[in-house]
């Protein structure tokens, strides 16, 4: 493998002159680096002539279609770097992620490049690899060329990927290990304390039932408030969008997006326009290249809107007006949704329960004088006036009542 990778490389820079050699010196790597070749013998002889119509034939006989079996497996084993290409070892997967991600991770999922390439039957993975275009990809794919036959062995793995999705995250192992563990505890003590009677101590079956009953208690709590209040969800978005990147760096107001904050009771979410608005001239990201921005050119060809994922949700019985806190309120956004500058995934950082709306309204004490918003208070302008009292919280203006949160 060695030699052939260097020969390789060396034929790269090797002259019009050298044409043959180079192009024997392939077919013959060719010949013995694939184990199971699928590559009838005649057909590997085939590229060796380098003429245009050669070269079609043998990419016809990879056309797009069925995959076999063992194709996807050896599609697989290229990808996750079990096996060698052609132009050496390469762990595609070690870029090119096969699993749920915690932190953000800029390089394009497996996923991903697998929906991309079955959307548009004109892309070729040979062409990207082969002829990298961005600055990007000429780093991160440095030396590795494929094969019309890796190709198709890469397109059968992308086909098993598209219909199995991301593999899963091991959900809290532990958890799951202790909440079967004292199930079975708990059955055992059953059985012996009806059936086998082998331990005495009745005592014993009681600490164990006691213990198994809180402990799947505890569970079942903690699951039910989850079910509806989400503290510190931060769900993957079809687009990596980064604030730390937007209103972090380059310090874009976050109204000049979430433009309706101030005369609205929802924020919006910006249309694909806005974002245009930019990446009309910005191609690429430092980090991700140019396939995340790709994504919102192409959702303004398709006019398909992008589905972010939302992150905030209050429960349907209760209102919130994003206008009376930041228009009349005056408060800034990280009073409720913390630093979102300095995240690359949004995430809820407060519960967003009652309890958290109420204490900030009895705690905190409105702009009340300066704000001509609340002129018409007048009984409590002249409290202040007469010294009776020297603020006033939103709890007093109407925040406390029951009908101002829930219709
Ligand atoms: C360049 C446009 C842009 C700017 C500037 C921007 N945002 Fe966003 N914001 C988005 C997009 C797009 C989403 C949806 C994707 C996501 O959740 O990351 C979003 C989502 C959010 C969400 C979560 C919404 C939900 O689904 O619950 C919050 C909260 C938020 N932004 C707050 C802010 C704050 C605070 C700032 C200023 C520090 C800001 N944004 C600046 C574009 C922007
Ligand atoms: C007083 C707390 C508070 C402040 C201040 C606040 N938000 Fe929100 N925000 C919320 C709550 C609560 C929700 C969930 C609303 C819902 O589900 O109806 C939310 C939801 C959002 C959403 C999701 C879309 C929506 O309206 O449901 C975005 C985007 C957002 N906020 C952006 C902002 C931005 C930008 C600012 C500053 C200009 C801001 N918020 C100020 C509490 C606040
Ligand atoms: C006001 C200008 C502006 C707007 C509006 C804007 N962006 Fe950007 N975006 C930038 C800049 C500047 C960069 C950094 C480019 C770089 O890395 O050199 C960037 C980078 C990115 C990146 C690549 C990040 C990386 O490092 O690889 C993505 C993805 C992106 N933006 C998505 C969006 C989306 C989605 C929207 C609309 C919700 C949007 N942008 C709106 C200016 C903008
Ligand atoms: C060092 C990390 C890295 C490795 C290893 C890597 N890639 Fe990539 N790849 C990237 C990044 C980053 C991009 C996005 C760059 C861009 O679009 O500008 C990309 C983009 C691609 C694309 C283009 C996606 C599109 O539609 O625009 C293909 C296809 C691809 N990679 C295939 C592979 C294959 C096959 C391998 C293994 C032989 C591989 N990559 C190994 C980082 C890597
Ligand atoms: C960080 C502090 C803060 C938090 C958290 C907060 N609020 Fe407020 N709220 C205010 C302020 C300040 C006002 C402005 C006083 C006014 O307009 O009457 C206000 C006013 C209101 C009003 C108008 C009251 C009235 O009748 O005049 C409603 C309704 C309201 N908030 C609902 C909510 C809900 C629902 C939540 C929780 C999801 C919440 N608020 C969380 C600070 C907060
Ligand atoms: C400042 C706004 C606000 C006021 C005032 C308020 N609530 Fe709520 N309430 C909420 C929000 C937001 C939720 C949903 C969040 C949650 O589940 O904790 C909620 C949830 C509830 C629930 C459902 C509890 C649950 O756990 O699902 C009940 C019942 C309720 N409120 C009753 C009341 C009553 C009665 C009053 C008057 C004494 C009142 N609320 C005043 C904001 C408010």
Not at 273 to 296: D, L, P, Q, W
């Amino acid at each position: 493998m060695f030699f052939s990778l260097s020969s390789f490389q060396s034929s790269e820079q090797a002259t019009q002159a050298d044409t043959t050699l180079q192009d024997t010196a392939r077919a013959s790597q060719q010949a013995d680096s694939i184990e199971e070749p699928i590559l009838e013998p005649d057909s590997a002889e085939k590229e060796t002539q380098a003429t245009d119509t050669a070269e079609l034939a043998v990419e016809s006989s990879f056309a797009r279609g069925d995959y076999s079996t063992q194709q996807t497996r050896r599609g697989e084993r290229l990808f996750n770097g079990l096996a060698p290409f052609e132009s050496g070892l390469h762990d595609c997967a070690s870029c090119h992620y096969t699993d749920a991600q915690e932190e953000i991770n800029w390089n394009p999922s497996a996923w991903e490049l697998a929906a991309v390439w079955q959307e548009d039957s004109a892309y070729s993975i040979m062409e990207i690899m082969n002829n990298p275009l961005t600055t990007k990809l000429m780093e991160d794919h440095a030396g590795m060329t494929i094969t019309p036959e890796e190709q198709h062995l890469l397109e059968a793995y992308y086909t098993k990927v598209n219909e199995q999705g991301p593999d899963e995250l091991p959900a809290y192992p532990v958890r799951t290990a202790i909440f079967w563990g004292m199930g079975l505890l708990m059955l055992l003590a059953i059985i012996d304390l009806l059936f086998t009677r082998k331990i005495r101590f009745k005592a014993v079956h009681v600490i164990v039932l006691f213990v198994g009953i809180a402990v799947h208690g505890q569970f079942a709590m903690a699951e039910a408030k989850a079910l509806s209040r989400t503290q510190d969800y931060a769900p993957e978005q079809p687009i990596k969008f980064s604030h730390l990147i937007h209103a972090g760096e380059n310090e874009i107001d976050c109204e000049y997006c979430h433009f309706t904050a101030d005369y609205s009771l929802s924020a919006n979410i910006p249309s694909n326009n806005v974002c245009m608005n930019c990446h009309t001239v910005i191609r690429s990201g430092t980090n991700s290249g140019s396939f995340e921005i790709n994504k919102i050119h192409k959702a303004a060809e398709t006019g398909n809107p992008v589905e972010w994922v939302r992150v905030h949700k209050l429960p349907d019985h209760s209102f919130f007006s994003h206008a009376q806190h930041v228009n009349a309120g005056k408060l800034d956004c990280a009073e409720c949704h913390g630093e979102v500058e300095t995240m690359h995934i949004v995430k809820q950082v407060e519960d967003l329960s009652m309890g958290w709306c109420l204490t900030c309204h009895r705690e905190n004490e409105v702009d009340f004088l300066d704000n001509p918003y609340f002129g018409i208070y007048e009984r409590l302008h002249e409290k202040i006036r007469n010294g009776e009292i020297d603020g006033v919280t939103a709890a007093e203006l109407g925040g406390e009542d029951c009908m101002s949160c829930h219709y």
